[in-house]
């Protein structure tokens, strides 16, 4: 297999997939695939619980917080988050975080059901850097907060949880999510689409305070209503069920790993010896604030942009796919999740060594 430093829909784990493909024509011994089985089903049912299950395992999900399996992608969300929280304000207000391309998205979308205000944007920093806390404009009365602790395109990212306790903390942890271990409880509502440390395309997680499901807008469809889909089990519909079983096989593959704590160890070191090869190279360059650097995505430009073609012909030969930039900002892209593992971002900075020596 090559390794895949593609942004989304991302890699899986050889070992999930290769499970998958044993048993895709003969699931649990019944003579049929996972994906002809009704989601009615008490087999399927006890998969889907349990993948639940391993989920707040992993994540250590409270009690309090209900876990939704939902579909549309994290842009559905975008809008599915201001039709479920603020059915109950007359005069609704969101505060945003905008750190790139995907905040930004996401405030657009708010501005559709609510008054945006900007608390802090890193636009006036060419995204490069998180502007301080200390010169966040908060205001009191927004119903919420919503900020992108990762930005899969420009690579910035938290590595601290925003303190707003008086404020119900909203995130859009599509890159972020299993990367690490996290602290649930300090958030009313995260959610991500799975298509990076989750599984395949299709399905999109939404955890959130169970205080919070009371505030729908009237007008909101039942299949996007969170209250109507937690008291479903994610099953007020047909759900992707074969993406829903895959994310099961992918959590369990996590428990096998040793966890969060286990996936952190190794993506933070994963990210350290790659951005520490950038940083001592003239070839390469990243533009991020080191202190904000993305342990999932790491972009990056070479000296010379009319190698860039060459450069991503001959990562293909050897093996090292998509590693183009986002269109939007150009360049290269090494987005580097769970299932990328240790070699392949050795054997990159192998052939990066050897592009820089041949072409620098
Ligand atoms: N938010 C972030 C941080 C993302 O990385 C992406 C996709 O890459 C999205 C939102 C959009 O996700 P989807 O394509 O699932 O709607």
């Known amino acids: 297999r090559a390794f895949n430093f593609c942004a989304g829909p991302a890699a899986l784990p050889d070992e999930v997939l290769l499970q998958a493909q044993a048993e895709l024509l003969d699931w649990q011994q019944r003579g049929i695939s996972v994906m002809e089985i009704s989601h009615r089903h008490a087999a399927f049912e006890t998969m889907a619980a349990e993948a639940e299950q391993d989920l707040r395992d992993l994540l250590q999900v409270p009690d309090d917080y209900a876990v939704l399996f939902m579909q549309g992608g994290a842009t559905a969300q975008f809008s599915l988050i201001p039709m479920n929280l603020l059915g109950k304000e007359a005069s609704p207000l969101v505060a945003c975080v ?31 850097t998180i502007p301080p806390m200390t010169e966040w404009d908060i205001p009191a009365q927004a119903s919420y907060l919503q900020y992108t602790p990762n930005e899969t395109i420009g ?33 009313a509502l995260i959610y991500a689409g799975a298509q990076k440390n989750i599984g395949p395309a299709g ?24 209250q109507r889909i937690a008291d479903n089990g994610s099953m007020l519909n047909t759900p992707p069920t074969f993406a ?5 096989l992918v959590f369990k593959w996590l428990k096998r790993q040793g966890g969060l704590t286990a996936m952190a160890e190794i993506n933070e070191r994963k990210a350290t010896k790659l951005y520490r090869f950038i940083d001592e190279s003239d070839f390469y360059h990243n533009p991020i604030d080191p202190d ?10 070479l000296k010379d942009d ?17 590693l183009k930039g986002h269109r939007s900002v150009g360049g290269m892209r090494a987005s580097i999740y ?21 072409c620098g």
């Open 98 to 128: 905008n750190t790139g391309i995907w905040s930004n998205k996401a405030t657009a979308e708010a501005a559709r059901y609510a008054k945006t205000h900007i608390v802090a944007d890193a636009q006036g920093f060419q995204n490069t």
């Open 155 to 187: 690579g910035l990212e938290f590595h601290f949880v925003p303190e707003v306790e008086s404020i119900p903390l909203v995130a859009d942890m599509s890159s972020t999510l299993l990367s690490r271990p996290i602290d649930v409880s300090k958030f």
């Open 203 to 226: 399905i999109t997680l939404v955890i959130v305070r169970k205080d919070l499901l009371d505030r729908v807008m009237p007008s909101t469809p039942s299949v996007f209503n969170y």
């Open 244 to 248: 829903w079983y895959l994310s099961g």
């Open 292 to 301: 904000c650097r993305s342990w999932m995505n790491v972009p990056f430009t």
């Open 306 to 322: 009319t190698l860039d073609a060459r450069f991503l012909q001959e990562a293909e030969a050897n093996k090292l796919m998509n």
């Open 338 to 358: 769970n299932a990328v593992p240790e070699q392949a971002v050795d054997a990159l900075i192998t052939f990066m060594k050897d592009f820089e020596k041949r």
